[in-house]
């Protein structure tokens, strides 16, 4: 299997196959298995066409499939193994730079007629919890490593002192991140954030990435309010888009914050919103993936997850605000708006 990214899809509860470049199943994880009723083994060396209810319509997606990295989604298809029952599905179908195509199936019957935006978190959240179990022990030894350094590294110096400590507060925030995944809870309640705290902390962890390779360019206005929010989320969701911006090729990313008075986020106007910009001079989105972008597993690397986007966007919706982009060979921004409280607005004004 060349897929590298069958390493870390396989545990994943999103069901992924791949065909051979004749169109059989070669291999697929334990989910997509198991949503069609059988064991993978009886799966291996199944043609496609032979799982499609509706004779024909796959095989004609597959033959029309473009070249390597490129991807074709088909809605509402329908698959089962021969006499077993039927399943809906959203399927992604992408070829591979080997000429294997990657399938993911998003099950779609138990969400027909609803927005697919109220499913992402679902996807989203089932993506991740396969991840978790495979970060927290890697955590565990980072911990370790962290703890065992402080206590040899001489407290004169300063600068090995502050990498320690942001290793140890990194691990300490992905730790929990992990535990919420695999244990889920009650959302932490908010508090009041500093936005500029939260961007300083993102490009410490940049800095450290990125050394001398990039420039990173700061534009705050330092006049804007505190907001209602979770600031380790926050962090998360900016570093996701900050590294995506690293892993573009980009040589230059920049943080501009701003106040934008009167926006309307969703069916919500709000009277004051921070407005948070991540810009880049990267290579861009690539086009055949400009309308899927935030979709969990879609990414435009190889090596890519595709989940950093997809849990930024989910984070910006846990604060009440929206995360869009625009993008060009040289030039993306996405920016972020997040709602200032107005009952806090009110209580300033008394």
Known sequence: MSDPAHISVESLATPVAWLSTSGAVQNCNQAFASW????????????????????????????????SGHTLRVHRARLAFPGASEYFAELWLTRLESGEVRVEAHPTEEFLGEDPAKVLPAALSAALKGLAHEIRNPLAGMKGAAQLLARRVDDKDKDS???????????????????RLLNPAPPREFGNTNIHAVLERVLQLADTDAGWAVKLVRD??????????????????????????????ASQVGLRTRAEHHVLIGDT??????????????????????????????????????????????????????????????????????????????????
């Open 161 to 179: 002192k502050e990498l320690i400590e942001l290793i140890s507060v990194e691990v300490e925030r992905l730790a929990a991140l992990v535990e």
């Open 36 to 67: 069609l009723g059988v064991s993978v083994r009886r799966l291996q060396g199944m043609p496609l066409s032979e799982l499609d209810v509706e004779i024909g319509r796959l095989s004609e997606v597959f033959q029309r499939l473009p070249e």
């Open 269 to 350: 106007a709000h009277r004051l919103s921070l407005r948070v910009e991540i810009s880049d001079n990267g290579r861009g989105v690539p086009e055949d993936l400009a309308e899927q972008i935030f979709l969990p597993l879609v990414s435009g690397r190889a090596e890519g997850t595709g989940l950093g986007l997809a849990m930024a966007q989910q984070v910006a919706r846990e604060h009440g605000g929206s995360l869009g982009y625009r993008s060009r060979p040289g030039h993306t921004v996405f920016t972020l708006l997040l709602p200032v409280n107005d009952n806090d607005l009110e209580s300033d004004d008394e």
């Open 220 to 249: 705050y206005d330092p006049s804007l309010p505190e907001l209602y929010g979770d600031a380790d989320r926050l962090t998360q969701a900016i570093w996701n888009l900050v590294r995506n911006a690293l892993q573009s090729g």
